[in-house]
């Protein structure tokens, strides 16, 4: 009896968590369908930042220069919370095998975004900075605040920051990439070509500087959606087969408890039937040997 207690509160826990998990997975489907919407707009809006720079370059090509030097961060985006398989050992791999120099003077800094990428990088890489990552579509905005800030103190005074995002790809098997924003590059996107140079307002060097900070921005939140996408799909399928390793564990521990029942419920019918043999004289096992009346023992 006392086994088939244990195996009873065995599933009592883990149909506790087959519960947890579930919601978990819903969690992270309904977040797929909310960033679904905001990826496109922002890969629409980025590519129209893109198609902009193309053609204030073709008009203005010298605007880049003189503007100072350009200070080199590498952005690795990985996830505030676990659950999400080989995500952020994935952005390990890939930034190793850049091989850059150990961030010092004159050298590139390195940033994380998410607490989980951050843990397995200390004593590994030197952060100039990490930050919390989203957990959820509305925490992107507060959480790209504070980066924008950590960006900015790493910006030189006189120049501009070239800025490569070390980040997964939106689509399964893209597996890791590095995306350079250097709002200053000519982009490699080619734009419509128009026969007129667009209306400023200000000098070309000065737009230039001006448009860099809202190049960055919508970068910077194309980037950070993708990789929530990313995460919560990686989430999805790995509650996905915890799940159904769990629901296989509960079935076998079902079938088990079930012929555990079944021997308890037999040996319960033997000590009955072993009792009523022994209570009813009629039976041949309840027969002694003592002598009867009238007879010679």
């Known amino acids: 009896m006392s086994k088939g207690h244990d195996l009873a509160d065995h599933l009592r826990a883990l149909d506790d968590i087959h519960g947890v998990m579930s919601a978990m997975k819903n969690l992270a489907f309904a977040e797929t369908r909310k960033l679904a919407r905001h990826l496109e707009d922002q890969r629409l809006l980025f590519a129209g930042m893109e198609d902009m720079l193309a053609d204030f370059l073709r008009f203005y090509p010298q605007a880049p220069q003189g503007l100072g030097e350009a200070r080199t961060v590498y952005l690795l985006i990985g996830s505030e919370r676990g659950f999400c398989g080989d995500f952020n ?55 790209l605040s504070r980066l924008v800030e950590g960006l900015d ?36 996107r080619e734009a419509p070509a128009f026969p007129d140079p667009p209306l400023l307002n200000l000098p070309p060097a000065n737009f230039l500087i001006e448009f860099a900070d809202h190049y960055l921005l919508a970068a910077l939140y194309a980037v950070l959606y993708r990789s929530l996408m990313v995460e919560n799909r990686r989430r999805l399928q790995h509650m996905d087969d915890a799940t159904h390793r769990l629901e296989q564990r509960m079935e076998e521990l079902q079938r088990q408890r079930n012929q555990l029942r079944q021997e308890e419920i037999t040996n319960e019918i033997e000590v009955i039937m072993l009792g009523q043999a022994i209570l009813d004289p009629s039976t041949p096992a309840a027969k002694t040997d003592y002598p009867q009346d009238g007879e010679t023992p």
Do not use: W, Y
Request: hydrophobic content about 40%; proline content about 11%; charged content about 25%.
């Open 153 to 188: 103190r790493q910006r030189p005074a006189q120049g501009f920051l070239r800025l490569g995002v070390l980040h997964h790809g939106e689509e399964e098997g893209d597996g890791v990439r590095l995306s350079i924003f250097e709002p200053f590059r000519r982009p490699t």
């Open 89 to 143: 050992e994935e952005l390990q791999d890939a930034f190793a095998a850049l091989r850059i120099p150990s961030p010092g003077a004159g050298q590139p800094a390195v940033m994380a975004v998410g607490r989980k990428l951050a843990e397995r990088l200390e004593g590994v890489v030197p952060l100039a900075a990490h930050f919390p990552g989203p957990n959820a579509t509305e925490e992107v905005e507060p959480v």
